[in-house]
């Protein structure tokens, strides 16, 4: 990880195209400020995570859902024997 010191006002630049500015510090809060082109998703970490954790429960009901039909089929074959 890169740790970098910024004053109120002050930025850091990524790739040329995303611009994040200290916008203020109040106690242990920091407000930042992000530039980045709307292609670019921009999440909270927490929120980043629930997204990845919704993903993971989509794609494992999938596989849920293909091995039922697969278990449906071969008892439909079982059936026509």
Do not use: W
Request: glycine content about 4%.
């Amino acid at each position: 990880m890169l740790v970098l010191s910024r004053k109120k006002g002050e930025s850091i630049v990524i790739d040329d195209h995303i611009e994040i500015t200290v916008l203020g510090v109040e106690g242990e809060t920091v407000r930042i400020g992000i530039s980045a082109p709307a292609e670019v998703d921009i999440f909270r970490k927490e929120v980043h995570l629930a997204i990845q954790e919704a993903n993971k429960q989509s794609a494992a009901s999938t596989k849920d859902h293909i091995e039922a039909l697969i278990a449906q089929f071969q008892q439909s074959v079982k059936n026509e024997k």
